[in-house]
């Protein structure tokens, strides 16, 4: 039996789906970070995430009408894999290990940038004044939220390495988005991103098993388990599910300054569980990231 609810028809409707998935993985630092390298270490993580992900992506194609991929494209599914999966995810959760939430959410909100500078370099996307006052006050936003809010104490061995490590991760999944735009037009993106998916376990095996054997998972409680299905199912397998069907509708550079969304997801997060306040900062920061994000995703309709 196949679905239509996965065919994206409505500009709109792709916004709603990028909001989603910046609301999703906006909690995803705090969580990751409270299970690694606690019960797992960062690489082991992902092989968890990839293959959990690539079994569901698996099943969603059969929702979806079978395509035959040609053997040509399947050039650029590797390099999204290598993009997209493997480097992208080895960095961050790396990263992520070693330096703080908010530092990784920071370095993150330079993907829109990336992405602006790819397109124009790759797709030939021209700037405009619009895009870039949008995204430069998303940056503002999002930086100001960051940086000047409360900090949280965390585990931080090595900042300026992680740190570096996120930004290669911030710079992998712009250039993912950037190759993978034509193929998705191509074929249906559920059909695209579970022989990604597959190929990027092949990818990330030989840095994750090691690691996946050293798991004791009869020490880790339920909340722990929970954390790490909450990981799988919704910020990798719902949210790059989410991107991709927007994509079909949305420019890269549109995409990415959904972004700037999630600090504010962290930061209502925070105020909810008790560990922060609402104050004039958050509301000014807020709303540039607001205002960013229209003034990059609005297009006039021209006749």
């Known amino acids: 039996m196949q679905f239509n609810f996965l065919n994206v028809n409505s500009k709109n409707f792709a916004f709603v789906l990028a909001f989603l998935a910046a609301l999703i993985y906006g909690l995803s630092f705090t969580i990751a970070k409270d299970v690694m390298p606690l019960y797992i270490k960062p690489f082991g993580f992902i092989l968890l995430r990839v293959t959990g992900a690539t079994l569901l992506f698996w099943v969603a194609g059969l929702l979806v009408p ?21 480097l992208n995810m080895l960095t961050f959760f790396k990263g992520l290990s070693y330096t703080t939430p908010i530092n990784s959410a920071v370095i993150m909100v330079t993907t829109p940038i990336l ?15 619009k895009k870039i ?10 930086v100001a939220l960051i940086s000047l809010g409360k900090k949280m104490q965390v585990n931080a061995p ?3 390495l992680g740190n570096f490590l996120v930004f290669i991760n ?9 190759i993978s735009k034509g193929i998705i037009h191509k074929y249906h993106p559920i059909n695209v991103t579970k022989w990604m998916y597959l ?14 054997k050293e798991v004791h998972w009869e020490v880790i409680p339920l909340v722990g388990f929970l954390k790490i299905g909450y990981i799988v199912v919704f910020a990798t397998f719902f949210t790059y599910l989410f991107n991709i069907l927007a994509l079909k509708k949305l420019k890269p550079t549109t995409l990415s300054v959904f972004i700037y969304i999630q600090p504010v997801v962290a930061t209502l997060y925070a105020i909810s569980v008790g560990s922060d306040r609402l104050d004039w900062l958050k509301i000014v920061a807020a709303s ?5 994000v229209y003034l990059v995703s609005f297009r006039k309709t021209e006749r």
């Open 66 to 86: 079978s395509e035959k991929i040609e053997w040509k494209d399947f050039k650029i599914i590797i390099l999204s894999a290598f993009f997209g999966v493997a």
């Open 158 to 160: 090595n900042v300026r």
């Open 199 to 212: 190929v990027g376990i092949l990818m990330v095996l030989p840095f994750s098993w090691s690691q996946i």
């Open 170 to 178: 911030a710079a992998s999944f712009s250039v993912y988005m950037i």
């Open 288 to 292: 540039l990231i607001f205002i960013g």
């Open 115 to 129: 992405v602006l500078l790819f397109s124009f370099v790759f797709l030939k996307d021209p700037f405009t004044t």
């Open 133 to 142: 006052i949008g995204v430069v006050m998303g940056l503002i936003g999002a």
